[in-house]
């Protein structure tokens, strides 16, 4: 049976659009936006084909036909079949995680209009990009797209000072398009009248910065608080060995969802919680699809720029941050669930529909 997802899109087949970026990588942030700007393109008659880490798992999991993100022969026909090569989110154009990233994306572009393809980004976070090679990458490639939007009003900004001279508007994340899902009995805790709340760690390259020490504490003064932590893993290399260390941290085993394997999962299970504090961007975005309100601790300015969109308070910064301080404000925090609640009601349904500037973007441009 295909995903929800998938069947939301017309069985027309009129237009085969592309989708690239860090695509069926494990990141459960990346295949949602992925999965809701597909959504909300549902009904217009499009095909879509994925370029993916993991194309088996991704026609697995969402039905859409993948192609191997590193198969150069692949990739090239996969483009010369498309009628537009569209990348749905995420912040591609980047070189902190990698330097390679932007030359790639970079050479995925210009394969396309090669071969006259349209090329539209839609949903996109900009930077960091410390490095010359990074920098002309993108600024050579974005220049080259029939369309952009970004997801905040600090990558329009950070377009500018790129130099990017392609007109760009501000949209939203694309995964603020996926639907709310249906709350099954298997996505319920018992929690014998404990708090419940996900907490979404990420490793940080930094050195010095000891991210399994601050949370392993945080579970254990949560724990003491009467409060139930459950671990997300948002991105499966990564994550998964951090939150082990985490349990090994606290001194016992804490709660993980080390098994979901898409963001509708995710969103399941987070309806459920009281609370996430998360360092994942879209672990933030997810919650508050389903209306839970995220506190978000800050390892780079996509994260404080979220917060600010979100207006639930500032993130908290890294630097200098202790296991007491962060349970004090997320106790804090806690408090004000409904307050939040209101106020989150009414930034998600702002956010989805700027969203859907992207999907009318696409709409437009590919016809």
Known sequence: ???????SLGTETMKNLLLGGYLGAGNLG???VMLGLVHGLGGAGYSVTVLSGAPEETHRLYGFPSVPRRDNKAIEAAIIRCDALVFPGGSIFQDSTSMMSPTY???LVETAKKHGKKVVLVGQGI?????????????????MADGITVRDPAALQALKELGVTKPARV??????LLPVPRLSEEAGYGMGGMRAVALAPRPVKEKGRDIAGLFGELCKLLYQSGTMPTLLPMDRAEDIPLIDAISKAQGGKVPDLRKIATPMEVQQRLARMDAVL?????????????GVPPMMV???PKVSAFSKLLDLGPALPLEGLTAPRLLDAFLNFLKAKERNAKILERKREEQAKAAETSVELIKTIVG
Do not use: E, Q, W
């Not at 930077?127 to 220049?143: C, E, Q, R």
């Not at 949209?171 to 603020?176: L, P």
């Not at 879209?282 to 919650?287: K, P, W, Y």
């Open 278 to 290: 998360a360092m994942r961007l879209h672990a933030g975005i997810l919650a508050a699809t389903v």
């Open 298 to 300: 800050s390892y780079d």
């Open 1 to 7: 049976m295909l995903n929800p997802v998938l069947r």
């Open 171 to 176: 949209a939203a994340d694309s995964a603020f």
């Open 127 to 143: 930077g960091p990009l410390k490095g010359f090679i990074g920098k002309g990458a993108s600024k050579k490639a974005l220049n």
């Open 105 to 107: 994306y970079a050479g």
């Open 30 to 32: 990346d295949d949602a």
